[in-house]
């Protein structure tokens, strides 16, 4: 049980255009998604907070602009990089969790690269 | 506000040697404690939780972890190691607070020698 899937797992793009990367609990209810991102050999860094129907609240440093989070569902929160540059390639994840004391359950993450 | 200091960002061991990763936190509040593992190019696969219940908690593939309140740590032992076992492993730290947000270590890369 408690499983996060996350499409695509990898992404190749020209700088400029803007990308949609979707996250789904396909087995919960996820009152609360999360979106981080990951540098090469470090920790996450989380970019930013989501609850079903509301906005979401983004951590210190992270351009609301830039990286637009949807989470319409509770089962569905998109993360869309919007005109994205050489510097946004990264390794983004999502995590989802229900209510109470239960876990962040990971994404399988996506590679993006921007050319 | 919460913390997560794992101690050596490397571990190697031998295959069948004990594996210890160590963990240790701050937290304003009572804590909920969390041991994930990454594989190269993937997400977050949870080991196991303490959520206040017994302090010393059994997880998948062998894992356990003891939460001992008086160290502040929540260090993470497997009594063999498997080649399999290679990978990242991140300790996090739940303070209770909204929104369940964690605060993650560093992240300690075990590497396990035939």
């Known amino acids: 049980g408690a499983v996060v899937s996350q499409h695509p797992s990898w992404v190749i793009c020209k700088s400029g255009t803007s990308v949609k990367i979707e996250c789904r609990s396909l087995d919960f209810q996820a009152t609360t998604m999360f979106w981080y991102r990951q540098f090469p050999k470090q920790s996450l860094m989380l970019m930013a907070t989501?609850?079903?129907?509301?906005?979401?609240?983004?951590e210190q440093g992270v351009e609301k602009d830039k990286f637009l989070i949807n989470h319409a569902s509770l089962t569905l929160s998109t993360l869309t990089v919007t005109s994205a540059h050489p510097e946004d390639s990264s390794f983004y994840i999502c995590?989802?969790?229900?209510?109470?004391?239960?876990?962040?359950?990971f994404g399988d993450g996506t590679r993006l690269s921007i050319l | 506000a919460q913390s997560v200091t794992q101690l050596g960002s490397h571990v190697s061991v031998s295959e069948g040697a004990l594996v210890l990763l160590r963990c240790n936190y701050s937290s304003s509040v009572p804590p909920y404690l969390f041991w994930y593992v990454q594989y190269p190019n993937q997400g977050l696969q949870l080991l196991l939780k303490?959520?206040?219940?017994?302090?010393l908690v059994k997880g998948i593939n062998g894992f356990e972890a003891e939460f001992k309140k008086s160290e502040t740590s929540f260090h993470l032992t497997k009594p063999s190691a498997h080649m399999s076992d290679a990978a990242e492993y991140f300790c996090a730290v739940m303070g209770g607070t909204s929104y369940g947000k964690l605060t993650f270590g560093q992240g300690t890369i075990l590497t396990v020698h035939p």
């Open positions: 303490y959520t206040s219940a017994a302090t």
């Open positions: 995590s989802a969790r229900g209510d109470g004391l239960q876990p962040q359950h």
């Open positions: 989501s609850n079903e129907g509301s906005k979401a609240t983004y």
